[in-house]
């Protein structure tokens, strides 16, 4: 029982973390078709800056603003001058975004040198709950109740006010959007603000998390993100945060039970969700909620 | 007077030529009917004038301000309402939804309208929660124009409201266009020259993206010789 509740909090924590590098990931393909490779380098800035200012300041929460700050700058440079000129070109988008995450990724090096930097945990986090004889350590619960909190703040935001209705719609019909009088450019800048924010945030939870941040790990975090987006229906935020919570908790458990078959797993269950549904679980045309 | 000014419009779709120097207007508190064949250039034209697809050379005016050249957006806030051929329906939006969105760059007295186009279309209503993608095809051509009133309600450009539609379906709809010209002005795109002759002013025959003839509706509907060389109609 100990070990069963050990990695369901592991594979849900996991699970958050990658929603949220997930989440903006799908909204950014449902509203502007952009299939944004360079999300995971706005990951990894927020995942080293996150880490560098809580050092300099000894304030996580310093930290985790400083990092959304710098994912959001980063964002917008991105979109304004590597994303923009390429709408509607899917070939350009991928070349310049695959390009974009190279770039992130290894200027890195030049800020922080080619070495994984390690990180610790904010004192007021360490240590751990015990109840029973269960040991569930704090900072996982964190990430939960943090995860937990960003996916109802995006979904009341996506279905309960105006920016959401014109998000959602311009998700059905960019064009129809336009006609009703809204600013679509910028609609799309706000969404991938958002996204390069969250993607950033991720970044920055996840380094005392890991205990140790290196350039490369954004390609690697990318990529599972990209297969929950898939596997979650493109586009779909609520599919994106199942296909998380699936992809993370059945890590946990498959790297405790079965380790070699750990890797396998995710495109195993990608295969699967595409054979079975290739729309993703709850993909459907038009939902972005 | 006239409302919206079309000069001399050329505009390509990729290396097709489509509109051939465009040239037409629209008087304020009139319905006026473009018709014309599959591909003349109809549809063509309206998503010239809402920026869509914008000209190379040529000129739109809405209310004598320049209006071809600027954002589609930018557009419709003048007050220009579209009702696209395929009604661009939000399918995961309720009617409230749309109608809502709608709402959000509005000009004019936004709950007005919204009053009236309820009173207009009570099946909107009716289905107030249901998303709009479930609605029938009619219902979907009544909250597409109810849209476009609501967000503007100067010039509504409404592109072929019959196509799909029952006969019964069709009757009920252009009698609500016909009540709509008490308080807008509208430039139906229509195939049906029955339908469309019984509630429009003025017309325009498109062919080949030039304007082949022009006039009021009343004198069309007695031309024969026009009404069989343009429209094929004996």
């Given at each position: 029982?100990?070990?069963?509740i050990n990695?369901?909090v ?5 699970g958050?973390?990658?929603f ?33 200012i ?11 603003v ?14 304004r ?6 709408y509607?070109n ?56 943090v ?82 987006v ?29 380790p ?21 679980l ?8 | ?81 579209y009702v696209?051929?395929?009604q ?14 709608a709402?959000?760059k ?52 409404i ?76």
């Amino acid at each position: 029982m100990e070990v069963f509740i050990n990695l369901l909090v592991n594979g849900v924590s996991t699970g958050l973390l990658i929603f949220l590098l997930a989440a903006g990931l799908t909204l950014i393909f449902g509203l502007m078709s952009v299939l944004n490779f360079a999300h995971g380098g706005l990951f990894v800035w927020g995942a080293f800056s996150g880490a560098w200012i809580f050092k300099e300041t000894n304030s996580f929460l310093l930290a985790i603003v400083g990092a959304v700050a710098v994912g959001m700058v980063l964002g917008w440079v991105l979109e304004r001058f590597l994303i923009r000129p390429v709408y509607g070109n899917h070939v350009r988008q991928l070349l310049i975004t695959l390009g974009g995450m190279l770039v992130l990724s290894e200027s890195i090096k030049i800020f922080w040198g080619p070495n994984p930097i390690r990180v610790n945990l904010p004192a007021w986090l360490e240590g751990s709950y015990q109840f029973d004889g269960i040991i569930i350590i704090k900072y996982r619960v964190f990430v939960i109740v943090v995860g937990l909190l960003l996916y109802l703040a995006l979904w009341l935001l996506l279905s309960r006010t105006q920016i959401g209705l014109m998000i959602r719609a311009g998700v059905l019909d960019k064009e129809m959007v336009q006609a009703l009088g809204i600013n679509v450019k910028g609609l799309f800048t706000f969404v991938f603000l958002l996204g390069a924010g969250l993607a950033a945030l991720g970044g920055a939870l996840l380094a005392p998390y890991s205990g140790v941040v290196f350039a490369e790990m954004g390609m690697q975090y990318a990529i599972l993100a990209f297969i929950v987006v898939i596997i979650g229906g493109m586009g779909s935020l609520q599919g994106s945060a199942l296909a998380s919570l699936i992809v993370g908790v059945a890590g946990a458990f498959m790297a405790y039970y079965m380790p070699d078959l750990s890797l396998a797993l995710n495109m195993l269950l990608l295969a699967i969700v595409l054979l079975v549904k290739p729309t993703g679980l709850l993909g459907e045309k038009g939902s972005a909620v | 007077m006239s409302l919206l000014k079309l000069d001399n419009l050329e505009t390509y779709l990729g290396q097709y030529h489509i509109l051939q120097g465009v040239s037409m207007s629209v008087e304020e508190g009139s319905i006026t009917v473009l018709f014309g064949r599959n591909g003349a250039g109809k549809t063509t034209t309206l998503r010239t004038i809402m920026g869509f697809n914008p000209s190379t050379t040529g000129s739109v005016h809405y209310h004598d301000q320049k209006i071809s050249g600027i954002p589609t957006h930018l557009i419709s806030r003048k007050g220009i309402g579209y009702v696209p051929e395929n009604q661009g329906m939000f399918s995961a939006l309720t009617v409230e939804e749309t109608l809502n969105l709608a709402k959000a760059k509005s000009t004019g007295e936004t709950e007005e309208k919204m009053e009236w186009m309820l009173e207009l279309f009570p099946d909107l209503k009716k289905f107030w929660s249901k998303k709009s993608g479930l609605l029938s095809g009619g219902q979907k051509q009544m909250l597409a124009i109810a849209r476009a009133y609501i967000n503007g309600d100067g010039l509504l450009l409404i592109d072929e409201p019959s196509k799909g539609l029952s006969p019964i379906m069709v009757e009920k709809l252009m009698e609500s266009i016909l009540k709509m010209k008490e308080k807008t002005t509208i430039l139906l795109v229509e195939q049906n020259f029955l339908m469309a002759s019984e509630i429009g002013d003025y017309f325009y025959i498109m062919d080949d993206g030039k304007i082949v003839h022009d006039g009021s509706m009343q004198d069309l509907k007695e031309d024969k010789e026009s009404c069989q060389k343009y429209l094929g109609i004996a």
